[in-house]
């Protein structure tokens, strides 16, 4: 079965540091790989996602995410956090089906 | 950016009673989904919808757990006789289609308390 692991629950950064979110996978085939953020009193919007090809995805709001299948990893990153980045991520494998198979999230906080 | 819509934001309900949790999916999408987060848990796949069938339901999706798409526009999850386990957060989420290109939209979630 597949899975997903974020290592780090609470996460705190100052405004205008770097950023890297931790995520690691379980899964048997080539996986479709997600990354979303959730704000307060919002629902999960999709940052990017991986499924074949260059393993360094962009996405949204700067935000970049490099998938290295011989660590099992899809981490995301930004060079620059900006105190509106401060939220929930979540990173994200999907099966053959439709089913997305969630980490427990990371709480991200922006120091000014 | 189209949205998907949930409502209530809010329920509470008394255990045994049942609830119906509406989503209305953006227009032209095909394929419908619920998912639940209990508090400091991760969110949990219940139940996917194409063609007004299940296409897929994980084991958190029992006989007490229903979906349903009355009309075109909405799409309803059923609780038949609520738990206390039950409480969570509910979200719908819609995608056009299910190849490379889908692209998952959720709503805000609906929160969901049993007492």
């Known amino acids: 079965a597949q899975s997903v692991t974020q290592p780090d629950i609470h996460i705190t950064v100052s405004e205008g540091a770097s950023l890297e979110l931790r995520c690691n996978y379980s899964y048997g085939a080539t996986p479709y790989l997600f990354w979303y953020v959730q704000s307060p009193g919002q629902g999960l919007q999709l940052l990017l996602k991986y499924f074949s090809g260059d393993t360094l995805v962009q996405g949204i709001k700067g935000f970049e995410a490099e998938f290295k299948r011989s660590q099992s990893s899809f981490n995301l990153r930004k060079p620059s956090v900006h105190w509106s980045d401060a939220a929930e991520y979540f990173c994200?494998?999907?099966?053959?089906?439709?089913?997305?198979?969630f980490g427990g999230g990371t709480r991200l906080m922006v120091k000014p | 950016e189209p949205e998907v819509t949930q409502t209530p934001s809010h329920q509470v309900t008394q255990m045994g009673q049942e609830v119906i949790l509406r989503c209305v999916p953006i227009?032209?999408?095909?394929?419908f989904y619920w998912y639940r987060q209990i508090l400091g848990q991760k969110v949990e796949f219940l139940v996917s919808?194409?063609?007004?069938?299940?296409?897929?339901k994980s084991e958190i999706f029992d006989d007490q757990f229903s979906v349903e798409r009355p009309d075109g526009s909405n799409f309803t999850l059923k609780i038949r006789s609520t738990k206390l386990e039950d409480s969570a957060m509910y979200f719908c989420a819609s995608s056009a289609s299910t190849g490379s290109n889908e692209k998952l939209f959720f709503g805000s979630g609906t929160q969901l308390s049993v007492l």
């Open positions: 227009s032209n999408h095909l394929y």
């Open positions: 919808f194409y063609n007004n069938e299940i296409s897929e």
């Open positions: 994200a494998v999907r099966d053959a089906g439709n089913m997305l198979t």
